[in-house]
């Protein structure tokens, strides 16, 4: 039996590339390794399914720092609206929450991935779980996908979807990479990104912050010559190993790659009053002084920051607890107000790329055809999703990347295969 269009994955560019495969008429087969589709569109967003991000597209593309460029092509065909028109057109309400994230209303991912399959089912797009692929042997009129069983199916076109490298255990294992290298393609060094950073400072190793989420604070990343690389204003919390949370998230890559150009630390400086100007706290905080000369000086300075990191800041400045406002000198309160402004922390590393939401590097852009996905290199092989090296914030983006690209691959994929067979 040959089959028009093999994907292998069902993540989310997989399941959208059979859609779209099976919407232009090709004979569609789907291969999933695990037993279940969907399995980390199922636990992103919290468990939520965050299918895509509301924001303009402009914006969207600025949130994929990882090429998120070579996705204006792919978004002239299909962007995030469609994404969302497609869903609504499916059945599944969805609502917009923080920094333009949408979500299913039902807040289940089940809604979501029974919409996919039922589509699925509806457009006969023949799937097969537990059926890992092996190989793919590439050839002139048909590619053959060799399973792990030994057994061989031929097909016109394939899309290879099988994700990145991260969290493994959802099924995600990198086992597109070699398939791609067999066809003649680049694979740019993987790492990982999106991912909890590690720190050697005293104050982690000792566990004084361990716990501690600080809210809509400032982080950025500073190069060797102390100039800021990138600054993300999100919440942040201090863990046993190091920082994590949503700043840390959007701010890892960017110490990652600094780590791989050799460096051993790389600085993190933290704003904990973002919104505030430095030298006008430093005077607020005078008058309140002078108005209360022999309160302690950790009472006035509660509420500003959370009262750990109050504490933290004031034993670094040698400052205990009951010490009267008064007897603070200038210097020291300009050195406090400055940690509030400036707090520096070195980091070292980052947890490894099993542990990352979403895997940096993969599949060379520069051989891939920006508006259908299509391989340079090989005819009629396709790729889409994490395996390509796109990579997004979390929020949304690199759904949004998974399904735009697989979009496309599908619908390419079959098109090919139409010029090839006459389907
Ligand atoms: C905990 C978590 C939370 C996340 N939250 C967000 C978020 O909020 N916003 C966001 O944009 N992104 C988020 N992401 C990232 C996002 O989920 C992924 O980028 C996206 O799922 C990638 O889609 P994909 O289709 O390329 O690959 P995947 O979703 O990884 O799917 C690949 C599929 O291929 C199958 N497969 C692998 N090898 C084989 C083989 N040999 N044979 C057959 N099948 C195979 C796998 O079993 C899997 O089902 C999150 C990731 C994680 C881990």
Known sequence: ?????????????????????????????????????????????????????????????????GNGRFLYSAFSVFNNYDIIEFFEGMGVA??????GRMFPVSNSAKTVVNALLNKLAELNVEI???TPVEAIHYGDQTHTVILKSGAKINTTSVVIAVGGKAVPHTGSTGDG?????KAGHTITELYPTEVALTSNEDFIKQKTLQGLSLRDVSLSVLNERNKTIITHQMDMIFTHFGVSGPAVLRCSQFVVKELMKGRKNVTLLLDTLPDKNEAKL??????????????????????IIPERFLTFLLAKNNIDDEQKSANVSKETLRS??????????????SLPLEKAFVTGGGVS???IVPNTMQSKIMDRLYFCGEILDIHGYTGGYNITSALVTGRLAGMNAAYEASYTTGI
């Not at 107000?337 to 590393?349: A, C, E, L, P, S």
Request: charge should be neutral; proline fraction near 3%; glycine fraction near 10%.
């Open 94 to 99: 969805l609502k917009e929450e923080d920094h």
């Open 336 to 349: 406090i107000v400055h940690d509030m402004k400036n707090f520096t922390f070195i980091v070292n590393g």
């Open 128 to 130: 097969k779980l537990d």
């Open 177 to 181: 990479y070699a398939w791609a290298k």
């Open 282 to 303: 430093y005077e607020e905080l005078q008058i309140t002084i002078e108005e209360n000369p022999k309160k302690a000086l950790k009472n006035i300075l509660k509420g």
């Open 1 to 65: 039996m040959n089959y028009d269009v093999i994907v292998i994955g069902g993540g989310p560019s997989g399941l959208m590339a059979s859609i779209a495969a099976a919407e232009h008429g090709a004979k569609t087969m789907l291969l999933e390794k695990g037993h279940k589709l969907g399995n980390k569109l199922a636990i992103s967003g919290g468990g939520r399914c965050n299918v895509t991000n509301r924001l303009p597209q402009d914006e969207v593309i600025k949130h994929i720092p």
């Open 365 to 367: 852009i520069k051989e």
